[in-house]
């Protein structure tokens, strides 16, 4: 694209950054300040505990993030969640990769699938930012990504309105098998979501993959409620 219409295309649709919305060059995806302040916050949560580690049984065999849900990057996920400010994803997937890897996981994985929208929310926010996460990672990791391995009825329940026991009960409730028939038994999945506070939503999707016949179910998010 020549510099006239690359212009042109800025001003018309202004890329944003991912994470505090100012408007930014084309080819970037964060502003400068908020940059600092993610890779700050990444270091940061490295020493860390996440909460979901302490709520009770956890059913998937792990679970990688890039960093804690709180300040600049929780700015940037709820960007992702209601704004499709997809620049804050694909700025932290390549740490959430990196992270993947440092555990050993990625070389277990034969899939990656995510945690899915019942088809009147998505069908209001028109994407599902769980789904974004696992195609980016896919391009970074090489693992095809397989849909519609679980799906999820509609609640006019909000799962971060809900005490942890809510969670657990309204979670059980609404997950269940999707529509694909992929046989994915004695095959490890990998599992994406946007973040992952008590574990709930994970924890029964898990279920519903091994309900399938999946023999583990790792999980990666973009950011984990720490303490």
Excluded: W
């Excluded at 088809?119 to 397989?146: C, D, F, H, M, T």
């Excluded at 799906?151 to 969670?167: C, N, V």
Aim: proline share 3%; glycine share 8%; with cysteine.
């Amino acid at each position: 694209m020549n510099k006239p219409a690359s212009r042109l295309l800025s001003v018309v649709y202004p890329n944003r950054c991912g994470f505090c919305g100012a408007v930014i060059e084309h080819d970037k995806l964060v502003c400068a300040r908020c940059a600092g302040r993610v890779e700050r916050e990444i270091e940061r949560s490295k020493t860390q505990f996440p909460l979901y580690l302490s709520v009770g049984e956890v059913v998937f065999s792990g679970c990688s993030a890039a960093g804690s849900y709180d300040g600049t990057i929780r700015d940037g996920v709820l960007r992702l969640k209601y704004h499709y400010g997809e620049n804050a994803a694909k700025y932290l997937v390549p740490e959430l990769r990196d992270n993947l890897y440092r555990a050993g996981v990625v070389s277990q994985c034969d899939m990656i699938t995510y945690v899915p929208m019942s088809r009147i929310r998505k069908n209001k926010y028109g994407y599902n930012q769980a789904e974004i996460i696992a195609r980016l990672l896919s391009k970074e990791l090489g693992i095809p990504v397989v849909k519609n391995l679980i799906r999820k009825k509609h609640t006019r329940k909000a799962q971060h309105e809900q005490s942890l026991e809510q969670r657990q009960i309204l979670a059980s409730k609404v997950y269940k098998p999707g529509i694909n028939k992929t046989d994915i038994t004695g095959k490890t999945v990998l599992l994406c979501d946007d973040i992952i506070t008590s574990g709930s939503t994970l924890n029964e999707c898990a279920k519903v993959l091994k309900s399938r016949g999946a023999e583990k179910v790792y999980c990666a998010v973009l950011a984990q409620l720490a303490d």
